[in-house]
Nanobody, 114 residues
């Protein structure tokens, strides 16, 4: 069974940076497109960024220019480098394959203070 383990979240001031990691096990990671998502209370989980197996990237307009998705196929890890963080970026961040696996990881909490 696929396991997704996110880490790297924390409390940061507005304008700060964080780097999230997601280790994937139980799949052929290098062949999969991967994405990062964010969930805030009362809202649906929203798509943020995608990286294909070939390394092409796509971003939601809300994070384009501030967030960078990358991957390491040796470590089976996908990263999300977040800069110029805003209070609206607060939420629980998840990674998943695209299309998504049914099971999600526990996520990692990001809190941006103003």
């Amino acid at each position: 069974q696929v396991q997704l383990v996110e880490s790297g979240g924390g409390l940061v001031q507005a304008g700060g940076s964080l780097r999230l990691s997601c280790v994937v096990s139980g799949s052929i990671f290098s062949t999969e497109d991967m994405g990062w998502y964010r969930q805030t209370p009362g809202k649906r989980r929203e798509f943020l960024a995608r990286i294909t197996s070939g390394g092409s990237r796509l971003y939601d307009a809300s994070v384009k220019g501030r967030f960078t998705i990358s991957r390491d196929n040796v470590l089976n890890t996908v990263y999300l480098q977040m800069t110029s963080l805003k209070p609206d970026d607060t939420g629980v961040y998840y990674c998943n394959r695209i299309p998504e696996y049914e099971n999600w990881g526990q996520g990692t909490q990001v809190t941006v203070s103003s």
